[in-house]
């Protein structure tokens, strides 16, 4: 089943007249865990906000769940729980007391024990009590991912939830976010830390001055565009940079005293480990490591500019 369609989608500021969204079409199935990649003012904020209803697009359609947006926005709110990246506070409330608003305002009532058990999820249940305002940042950002859960979505956008978050909190949100897709929860997920993408999700979507630039399950973009792979070479001695001068079409570095790296085409691979065994078979390690997503997205931006 499809949870997320979007067919022609154009957003252009009347202020301004600038294009943020130029024929974006996108196709969520049901549990995808996706990634929407993008510098700043991309267009990934903006067709957040058009999607949880808090901006209006100018031309195009959205289905979510099936429900038009523009006929049934009601139904569709209702399918989606948004962790946008900065929001109004309830500042004179508790933790709690703002979950079950969240509740009453969807018609769930004795959501108490679910609450808890979001609660506790996030490591928030000792701080229920607290207000809002009392909480530190990545506390925050936590209780924003409680309360666009509090109400069981069916698509779970967050838009760069873990901004401002310490690195060990991060990785406790990732566990959590990887339950929830386990669970069978739709995810689409913002970031700026492409490792975080390529951690978490099963598809990657780029997105670029508005438009959609790749959109494929993170596997075969990455076969796609991750044409070279990174070779580091370790030897029993000191490497000397002229040594390997015969080889500098691989990309030859010395990066520490006695290791060399290269970058290599995959096909040309065994061309580059038979040459570097002729000239020294002193090795003590060699590793062989694909690009990461992070090389695969600058070279979607970059052919892009040129």
Not at 40 to 68: E, H, M, P, Q
């Amino acid at each position: 089943m499809r949870m997320l369609i979007t067919e022609g989608l154009n957003m252009i500021y009347k202020k301004d007249g600038k294009i943020a969204l130029k024929d974006v079409n996108i196709n969520i199935e049901k549990g995808e865990f996706a990634a929407l990649l993008g510098q700043n003012g991309a267009g990934k904020t903006t067709l957040i906000n058009i999607l949880s209803g808090n901006v209006k697009k100018t031309s195009g359609k959205i289905y979510i769940g099936g429900y038009d947006l523009d006929k049934n926005e009601l139904e569709t709110k209702k399918l989606l729980g948004v962790v946008p990246q900065e929001s109004g506070f309830d500042n004179f409330f508790s933790v709690e007391e703002v979950l079950k608003k969240q509740s009453g305002y969807f018609g769930i009532k004795r959501n108490k024990e679910y609450i808890h058990h979001l609660l506790n999820q996030l490591n928030l249940f000792e701080k229920r009590n607290n207000y809002i305002r009392e909480l530190s940042g990545g506390m925050k950002r936590r209780f924003q991912m409680a309360k666009a859960l509090v109400h069981k979505p069916e698509i779970f956008i967050l838009d760069e939830p873990t901004a401002g978050v310490d690195i060990e909190m991060r990785h406790n949100m990732y566990d959590f976010l990887l339950e929830l897709h386990k669970s069978g929860l739709t995810i689409i997920l913002t970031t700026h830390y492409i490792e975080e993408a390529e951690r978490l999700c099963d598809r990657i979507m780029v997105i670029n001055s508005g438009e959609i630039v790749a959109d494929e399950p993170k596997e075969i973009l990455m076969d796609r565009f991750g044409r070279e792979v990174r070779v580091s070479i370790c030897f029993d001695g000191p490497v000397d940079a002229q040594e390997w001068e015969s080889l500098k079409k691989f990309h030859a570095e010395v990066t520490h005293h006695n290791q060399i790296d290269f970058k290599v085409d995959k096909a040309k691979l065994p061309v580059l480990l038979n040459a570097i065994a002729l000239k020294r078979g002193d090795f003590v390690d060699i590793s062989i490591e694909r690009e990461k997503l992070e090389d695969v997205y600058l070279q979607l931006i970059k052919s892009r500019k040129e």
